[in-house]
């Protein structure tokens, strides 16, 4: 029996890719600052409506994108490639400290402008074991994969404010909202950050003023 193959490190080259209408940035690619403080991650926050309606949907934020958009949505890869893992990331996946996993960073983007910074991981030695080719996603959304995915079982929505070193460069914000959860299959674990911009807030303000 042949040894499944791993996903082979990716990174967009800064120099030369055009992603989406977006040009590169080389900050966008660099490893994510480590020594930032992990964030306070809850289950519950006390906030107004709207914001609450977004951050704990159970829904697809794939297909809530698109209907905001009116099927502008697109996905723009940033970054992907096996690293060490946040020791948050470690704890909520239940592997040791140090343990290295398959990260992708994609902005989730609708007439062309970022809405959404999502940040997706998984365990080098889960996804080995599995059948999910994450490395060859594309511009396709992973939220969209595992929601159509029956098997996957979405855990508890946690809610913070992300840390700014955390975000792309031209990103970079403090108190921005974030939500993250867990999906499950078996043995394999993904979990997926998601972190609300400020253009998305002013999309959703437009069209509840336009109804």
């Known amino acids: 029996m042949q040894a499944r193959s791993h996903p082979r490190p ?17 900050d966008l690619l660099k490893v994510p600052h480590s020594s930032s403080p992990a964030p306070l991650w809850q ?23 698109t209907r905001l958009s009116d099927e502008q949505f697109s996905v723009t890869p940033l970054f992907q490639a096996w690293q060490p893992l946040r020791d948050e990331e470690c704890d909520a996946l239940g592997v040791g400290y140090g343990s290295e996993g398959w990260v992708r960073e994609v902005y989730l983007s609708g007439h062309g402008q970022p809405w959404v910074f999502a940040r997706s991981v998984v365990a080098r030695q889960a996804l080995a074991a599995s059948d999910l080719a994450l490395e060859g996603l594309g511009n396709r959304s992973l939220g969209e994969l595992l929601f159509c995915d029956q098997a996957f079982v979405r855990q508890p929505i946690e809610v913070c ?45 437009s069209n509840l003023e336009s109804h």
């Not at 519950?44 to 951050?55: E, K």
């Not at 394999?188 to 303000?205: D, G, H, I, K, N």
């Open 161 to 205: 404010h992300y840390p700014a070193p955390w975000l792309p460069a031209e990103q970079r914000a403090s108190g921005l909202w974030a939500r993250r959860s867990r999906f499950d299959r078996g043995p394999l674990a993904v979990l997926v950050a998601e972190v609300f911009l400020p253009p998305l807030w002013r999309a959703v303000r």
């Open 43 to 65: 289950r519950q926050i006390d906030t107004d409506t709207v914001l609450a309606d977004w951050l704990f949907d159970q829904g697809s934020l794939t297909r809530r994108l």
């Open 10 to 26: 990716t990174k967009i080259c800064a120099k030369h890719a055009k992603l989406g209408g977006f040009q590169a940035n080389p």
